[in-house]
């Protein structure tokens, strides 16, 4: 049973992961296609192209060469996103910093309830975030906010960060649950390198 239930949570982080990856190159590649465009029109708004070959400069630019309308915007949406896609995967997966010289001289106990109580702490941090997140989308969405350029209601960039947000938060609460079972079982569960599947 829990074999079936841990290949779920494990499941949902690694897919969530692989759409955050994918996300993330999306982003990089916009913002790679922007920053060209942004150099080709100085360059074909510049006094040479506009003065040996204005109609060429002036079709380019007619044609939408330029940079993204709009790129920030889609930039801090996306990163947003792709934080909360990454988390959980990381979580499960024990991937988070530890500084060891702090805990070296504990024993196996001593580390196991340490282990619970930052993994409890840090799922209280995430259910809290995506209780925020939830919010603020709620607050955005009666004031009718929009984002300065594209003019899209600011609430949808919550709503898309809010669905990895609350996955994070549920795998969070697992994690938290599968160390307060390791602590009372003496037991690994899920082994300090990520999960034992």
Sequence with gaps: MFKTIHKIFYGLAW??????GALLTALV??????????????VLHSAWMQESMPGV???????????????????????A??????LGWCQITAGHATVDVFTSGLSDNQRRWLQVFIEILFAGVLVLIAVQLYDGMNTLARRRSTTFLLQYPLWWNYAA????AVITA???VY???????EAVTKHSIISAAGADH
């Design 161 to 164: 960060a809010l669905v990895p």
């Design 57 to 79: 400069a002036r079709s380019l630019l007619d044609a939408g060469v330029g940079p993204i309308f709009g790129d920030y915007e889609f930039l801090v949406a996306g990163l």
């Design 170 to 172: 549920a795998i969070g």
């Design 175 to 181: 994690v938290a649950l599968v160390r307060v079972a």
């Design 29 to 42: 590649l916009m913002l790679c296609l922007s920053i060209l465009g942004r150099e080709a029109s100085d």
């Design 81 to 86: 996103v792709s934080v909360f896609c990454f």
């Design 15 to 20: 897919t969530m992961a692989v759409v955050g």
